[in-house]
Structures are given as C-alpha cells and as structure tokens.
Nanobody, 125 residues
Framework: QLQLVESGGGLVQPGGSLRLSCAAS????????INWFRQAPGKERERISC????????PYADSVKDRFTMSRDNAKKTVYLQMNSLKPEDTAVYYC??????????????????WGQGTQVTVSS
C-alpha cells in the first residue's frame, strides 16, 4: 500500500482559489501516477485529474478543465491540485489515489489500490 495524505481543503468563496496537497510517505513518489477524485454529497465519486510519474497531467472531468491544474514535486513527495475560479458545485470531499501498477495515466484504469483520507472543500458565500 502507498500511504497518501491530503491537506489544504477548507471554505472558500465562489471565484476563489485553493491548493490541495497529496503527500506520500513510505515510498518513492516518482515511480507512480497520482489521481485526484472528488465526491459530493449524494453523488458518485468522480475522477477529475491525473498526473504521470514524470509530470504530465490529464484532466478527466470537463467541469474542471481550464480551472484545475495538477503538479508534482517529487523531491517533496507531494502532488498538488491548484483549483481556481471555484464554484459552489465544486463542493466535495477531495481524495488522491494511486496504484503501484501504474506510473502513467489511463482513462480506463478502474482500480486504485491506495487512497488518502480525503479533504473537504466547501465553496460558499
């Protein structure tokens, strides 16, 4: 299992920004792709973005394209999700996830063996 811990969530007004962090422990982050998911109350979990071990990112949710950006600092063993122009519909618990079998991002990937505990993002005035 890869140990992942999210942080950086909170309450922000519409139009504001937040940067979430996903910190890895117990393993070498640069071997693995990292994904961000979110789950809003009453909704299914949604995969929103992925970054490969070498830093190429792929947005999977149309709703966040041009607003959310992933980056990684392998030396700090941390992946970031920069969220700009936040909307109330972005309110959700955000999770990072990875799997030991994957260093790249694949839309068809269905299994993620390691998850963080989640961080709450609330967008409200």
């Amino acid at each position: 299992q890869l140990q992942l811990v999210e942080s950086g969530g909170g309450l922000v007004q519409p139009g504001g920004s937040l940067r979430l962090s996903c910190a890895a422990s117990g393993f070498t982050l640069d071997d693995y792709a990292i994904n961000w998911f979110r789950q809003a109350p009453g909704k299914e979990r949604e995969r929103i973005s992925c970054i490969t071990n070498s830093g190429g990112s792929t947005p999977y949710a149309d709703s966040v394209k041009d607003r959310f950006t992933m980056s990684r600092d392998n030396a700090k063993k941390t992946v970031y999700l920069q969220m700009n122009s936040l909307k109330p519909e972005d309110t959700a618990v955000y999770y990072c996830a990875a799997d030991k079998r994957y260093s790249g991002c694949y839309r068809s990937q269905a299994n993620f063996g390691s998850w963080g505990q989640g961080t709450q993002v609330t967008v409200s005035s």
